[in-house]
């Protein structure tokens, strides 16, 4: 068993510092295994065709198997969290020999593929990534190809496809189901189905509909919707909304005044 | 309509987080939304300072507001000036609070004029009256009201901070 978490966040060149500083005071805050943590920014990758992606970082979580030489555990994770439990817990979970650990996004939108399949939503959400970077190799293709992919889509989606997109049963040997209080997005349970909501509904989902976790229950806090999060980085071309849970972003702003004095 | 000491308070708690955003109005300054109105869903900012004082904060920009213009703000905009920031011109109504620095406020009838000139490399040598330009100064701690029937711009150097409430 390594003895270090070997962490690898997501971020921007420098608009989320405030956001990484937050993040960083609660992951040390909580942790009980030494820290190991690379920054994944646009300046440290040049020449990546970023085209198709949402944030500054998206698709560098997939340079990670490669960063780690295909060998060991690594952990990835977008810099747009807060940590409320020890992330060791996380790092140790048993892979039960697969490539990934990953959350359940039930709302994940499979797109035609998908319904013509079957399945119109949900699957694996790879904002928080564990790896078996030796394991992964088969399903991440050499960096060069990572590097340059000029489809119409994000990289991501190839990745995904080759596990099994969208097709849950597929991924049963190669992808174990993380708690899902480790990605709460926004403070909602991500695997759980809103209620009353057909997933067949291109519509999204009433935000009072979906599962709520109350503050103490959350594990690892995703702000994931660009235009809730309360720093609003200048990349994000989303208008600004105001986040739905004022207990977290009291919460937010507080750490953040904690982060910042230290 | 000097700004209250919570008002004061909100805005300066800013400094505690350093985190600034981008606004369309002032490109590449560092700037901070309070509130703005939206046809769908209006946005408030969410800072515990700003939360505790919430309805002194609208109460204060909606009466300057209604005795003015008889109407409500817009938006509500905090914006310091960094080593490349602009301030587009506009041709609304606004109440600016000039929070540090003296602060220069064109205004002319016509907006376009204050488009062609939001670089002027020598103020002094500036041809004001030819071009329909009333140049102002905003002093640190005062106001200026203005009305949508002249274009106006800040033109800010670096370091200087408004706090901007435009009403139409």
């Known amino acids: 068993m390594q003895d270090t978490v070997k962490l690898f966040i997501g971020t921007s060149d420098n608009h989320d510092d405030l956001a990484q500083k937050v993040y960083l005071y609660t992951l040390f805050k909580n942790a009980s295994m030494p820290l190991d943590i690379v920054f994944l920014r646009p300046k440290d990758f040049p020449g990546w065709n970023r085209k198709t992606w949402g944030t500054p970082f998206t698709c560098y979580r997939y340079a990670v198997p490669h960063l780690m030489g295909y060998k060991g555990k690594a952990l990835y994770t977008d810099v747009d969290m807060v940590n409320f439990r020890d992330i060791a817990a996380l790092y140790k979970t048993d892979l039960e020999g697969k490539a990934f650990g990953m959350v359940w996004d039930a709302l994940q939108d499979n797109g035609k593929e998908g319904a013509k399949a079957g399945n119109p939503r949900g699957f694996w959400c790879d904002s928080v990534l564990l790896i078996d970077c030796e394991k992964a190799q088969e399903f991440v293709d050499p960096i060069d190809k990572v590097i340059k992919w000029d489809k119409n889509y994000s990289y991501k989606w190839e990745v995904m496809r080759k596990l099994g997109s969208p097709h849950k049963e597929k991924t049963h040997n190669l992808v174990h189901m993380l708690d899902a209080r480790w990605n709460s997005f926004d403070g909602t349970n991500p695997a759980a189905i809103p209620r009353g909501f057909d997933l067949w509904s291109k519509e999204n989902p009433r935000w009072e509909d979906k599962e709520h976790l109350e503050l103490d229950m959350i594990w690892q806090l995703h702000l994931t919707s660009l235009s809730y999060q309360p720093w609003h980085p200048k990349y994000t071309p989303h208008a600004k909304a105001t986040h739905p849970r004022p207990d977290l972003m009291r919460e937010w702003w507080r750490l953040a005044k904690i982060a910042n004095s230290l | ?168």
């Open chain 2, 1 to 168: 309509m000097q700004l209250t000491k919570n008002i004061k308070y909100i805005v300066n708690s800013l400094h505690d987080y350093g985190v600034w955003q981008h606004e369309q109005m002032f490109p590449w300054m560092d700037s901070f939304a309070f509130f703005k109105q939206d046809s769908q869903e209006n946005y408030y900012t969410s800072t515990p300072e700003y939360l505790d004082h919430k309805e002194e904060f609208h109460n204060f920009f909606e009466k300057s507001g209604q005795k003015l213009w008889n109407c409500s703000p817009i938006e509500i905009l905090y914006a310091k000036q960094t080593d490349k920031g602009l301030h587009v011109p506009q041709k609304n109504s606004a109440i600016i609070w000039a929070l540090k620095g003296d602060i220069k406020l064109l205004v002319c009838e016509n907006r376009d004029r204050l488009l062609y000139t939001m670089a002027i490399h020598d103020y002094n040598l500036f041809n004001w009256k030819n071009r329909k330009i009333s140049p102002n100064i905003i002093k640190e701690g005062e106001f200026f009201v203005i009305g949508n029937l002249h274009a106006h711009a800040l033109h800010m150097e670096e370091g200087q901070e408004v706090l901007y409430a435009r009403y139409s």
